[in-house]
């Protein structure tokens, strides 16, 4: 089955930090671009970080942007989001994505192509 799996999840306090991986099975994840997302409780679920397939262009939304880091090994078949000076706000599921079709530029993100998700991992930063 084409899958993808979240993993590193977890309780922080404000400032500390987590980083989540992203591990496909059943293909090879490195011909994709890759889509990190979020959904916090009463809120629309948003685009917080992408990478491209070659990893030469990566964006971030701009709540995140200089606390989170995006990366890649595509031999791994893996992407991994590394949080740091994590805020209260950054509360939230999770959810690593790609597509066949799936668009990531670090001018632009366009967000409609991601139809393959893992399941979603919870990160909860509280005092």
């Known amino acids: 089955q084409v899958q993808l799996v979240e993993s590193g999840g977890g309780s922080v306090q404000p400032g500390g930090s987590l980083t989540l991986s992203c591990t496909s099975s059943?293909?090879?994840?490195?011909?994709?671009?890759v889509g990190w997302f979020r959904q916090a409780p009463g809120k629309e679920r948003e685009g917080v970080s992408c990478?491209?397939?070659?990893?030469?262009?990566?964006y971030y939304t701009d709540s995140v942007k200089g606390r989170f880091t995006i990366s890649r090994d595509n031999a791994r078949n893996t992407a991994t989001l590394q949080m740091s000076s994590l805020k209260l706000e950054d509360t939230a599921v999770y959810f690593c994505?790609?597509?066949?079709?799936?668009?990531?530029?670090?001018?632009?993100?366009?967000?409609?192509?991601?139809?393959?998700w893992g399941r979603g991992i919870q990160v909860t930063v509280s005092s």
């Open positions: 994505a790609t597509g066949i079709s799936a668009h990531c530029g670090s001018d632009h993100w366009i967000t409609h192509n991601y139809d393959v």
């Open positions: 059943g293909f090879n994840l490195h011909y994709y671009a």
């Open positions: 990478v491209s397939s070659s990893a030469s262009d990566t």
